[in-house]
């Protein structure tokens, strides 16, 4: 069996709702998720009540297999 080389240790909390905020190593500020038109659209969640919109954690898997 192979050493471990990497554990990345993140912190994600949740403030409200699909909001979260997430401290990622190599990042100085937090990262926030949430759910933005399409996505609350397809979850039925009210996009009047979400406040500020931010991206899903799909889109950050999605952007990070595209690189």
């Known amino acids: 069996m192979s050493e471990v ?3 990345s240790n993140v ?3 949740r403030q409200q709702g699909p ?3 997430a401290q990622l190593p ?3 500020n937090p990262v926030k998720f ?3 038109s399409a996505v609350a659209k397809h ?3 009210d996009e009047a ?3 500020e919109t931010h991206a899903t954690t799909l889109d950050y898997v999605v952007a990070a297999a595209g690189g």
Request: no cysteine; aromatic share 14%; hydrophobic share 45%.
């Open 5 to 7: 080389v990497y554990v």
């Open 11 to 13: 912190h994600i909390e």
């Open 19 to 21: 909001f979260r905020v």
């Open 26 to 28: 190599g990042e100085a």
């Open 34 to 36: 949430s759910v933005h």
């Open 43 to 45: 979850y039925g969640v």
């Open 49 to 51: 009540k979400l406040g």
